[in-house]
């Protein structure tokens, strides 16, 4: 059975701001080549240094990848929450990044969190067990 994806709209940007974004969802690309446990080291010598990021912020680095790219406006979602929380760490802020899974029916994936709250993601992602995170935590990822 195939399914049809419709991506995510995405909002116009100033040239710096798709530069930025660009850049990210550049980086995000090789870094979701690693294997799972370097890229959580990766992203959490990343975190090191930033502050917490508010759902405003987030949701704002989060539209402009998805406005750069067409995989992370479609169903790549580790290469969307990857570019995401490192277009917020350019701006010296950090979400949470999440991974897990779900049981009925199987599926994987990933997210950015603020506050315990996934951010410009569907109700379901409540379904989902966190299996691997990067969280910001008193001025440091846990």
Do not use: Y
């Amino acid at each position: 059975m195939s399914m049809q994806v419709v991506g995510e709209t995405g909002t116009a940007l100033p040239w710096h701001r798709q530069l930025s974004a660009r850049a990210a969802v550049g980086a995000a690309r090789v870094l979701v080549l690693l294997p799972p446990r370097r890229l959580r080291q990766v992203l959490t010598v990343a975190a090191r240094g930033s502050r917490a990021a508010t759902h405003a912020q987030a949701i704002d680095a989060r539209c402009a990848v998805v406005t750069v790219s067409a995989r992370c406006a479609g169903r790549g979602c580790l290469q969307r929450s990857v570019a995401t929380v490192l277009l917020c760490r350019l701006r010296g802020r950090w979400p949470d990044w999440c991974t897990g899974f779900r049981t009925q029916p199987f599926r994987a994936h990933a997210w950015v969190e603020v506050g315990a709250q996934a951010v410009g993601e569907s109700g379901d992602v409540a379904l989902f067990h966190t299996v691997m995170s990067v969280r910001q935590r008193d001025g440091g990822p846990r």
